[in-house]
């Protein structure tokens, strides 16, 4: 590939239909570029199925064959930290409702940073929604209005009030004290452990990262083969950039939509090879855990009650991962299971942060779905599996 020395950002849609979109994306080269580019592609609905990357060192040349329902461009933003602002929903409920408003912001590339849902005796249903706007238009009463009338045609009848206002970003903070959660979310939660016997069937452990640094003279090469899964790429993007690496050349192929053979160039921030063996282990097994177990999955009980609880590591920029709400809200709508309650908050676990999705169930006569076929269900969904 060669590399040229202009930004550019080429979109190539398929000759047939069916075929991939071709990406193509050559810019100044910065530690973190691929985690921030597929994190981009993984916010706009779309999955990676082959890619190229090369650089220079000072230049990357980027080539990324995409599939998925959206083919919408990303666009530029200044880098500062985006305007937060608070949604308020005042509607009555229904099933699917909640997912019905989550559809909404996603099309709307409205990012949800924090959520609390309730719902009171006699059917209201009260959402408070912390967004960021991608187009960074939100202030706009043009903005506002577009919000309010998408939101009013799918909730139709059902919608009794809807605001926006900007607050804080102290709104969307990580709080540091944990309130209750379950071992099954803290345990096995730290990046050197796998899973345990209970979760062995809903993950795929067939993982395989080699390292290599007798084929190249200036880099250390990993070879990653494993089961292809939805923000893949992003999972060991945002690894890397986790662990301040560079990508000098890479190139992914995923073999009928299951298996990804994936080979890296990396070096160190230096410019050195890894040649520390504890160093080459702690690296290994960050990206065996993070590719068996991206996100953890949990339906426990809390008293009476039902709660499904997500838990996915969010990366040291303080980003977290794109569509986990919008994909929850989904398998439950499937499911025909109705949400009582839900919140988004970010978490201190061990020495890392999570953002963690509680959602209460309710459960009206009785819960009709068994809780394993709900983690099952959400966790197929979260990955991009077939349900």
Known sequence: MGILYDDVVIIRHPEKEGDPVVITVNCPDKTGLGCDLCRIILFFGLSIVRGDVSTDGKWCYLVFWVVGNSTTSAESHPPRPPDVFLLKLACHDRKGLLHDVTGVLCELELTIK??????????????????????????????????????????????????????????????????????????????????????????????????????????????????????????????????????????????????????????????????????????????????????????????????????????????????VFHDITLALTMLNSCIFSAEIRRRMIGDREFEVYRVLLDEGEGLAVPRRKIEEQVWKMLMGWEQ
């Not at 979760?199 to 452990?205: A, I, M, N, V």
Request: charged share 25%; with cysteine; hydrophobic share 40%.
């Open 114 to 323: 924090k959520v609390k849902v309730s719902t009171t005796p006699d059917g209201r249903v009260m959402d408070l929604f912390f967004v960021t706007d991608t187009r960074e238009l939100l202030h706009t009463n043009k903005r506002k209005e577009d919000t309010y009338d998408h939101l009013r045609a799918v909730m139709g009848n059902s919608m009794i009030s809807c605001d926006i206002e900007m607050v804080g970003l102290e709104s969307t903070a990580c709080s540091a004290e944990s309130s209750f959660l379950p071992t099954a979310i803290t345990e096995n939660i730290l990046p050197l452990q796998m899973p345990d016997e209970a979760q062995s069937s809903l993950t795929s452990t067939n993982v395989s990262v080699i390292m290599d640094n007798m084929l190249s003279p200036a880099h250390t090469l990993v070879q990653i083969v494993c089961r292809d899964h939805k923000g893949l790429v992003y999972d060991i993007m945002r690894t890397l950039k986790d662990y301040n690496i560079q990508i000098s050349y890479g190139r992914f192929y995923i073999k009928h939509r299951r298996t990804c053979e994936i080979d890296l160039f990396i070096m160190q921030a230096d410019g050195m090879k890894i040649v520390d063996p504890n160093k080459q282990k702690a690296l290994s097994s960050r990206l065996e855990m993070e590719l068996v177990r991206p996100l953890r999955v949990a339906v426990v009980s809390r008293g009476p009650d039902t709660e499904l609880m997500v838990a996915n590591p969010v990366e040291l920029s303080g980003k977290g991962r794109p569509l």
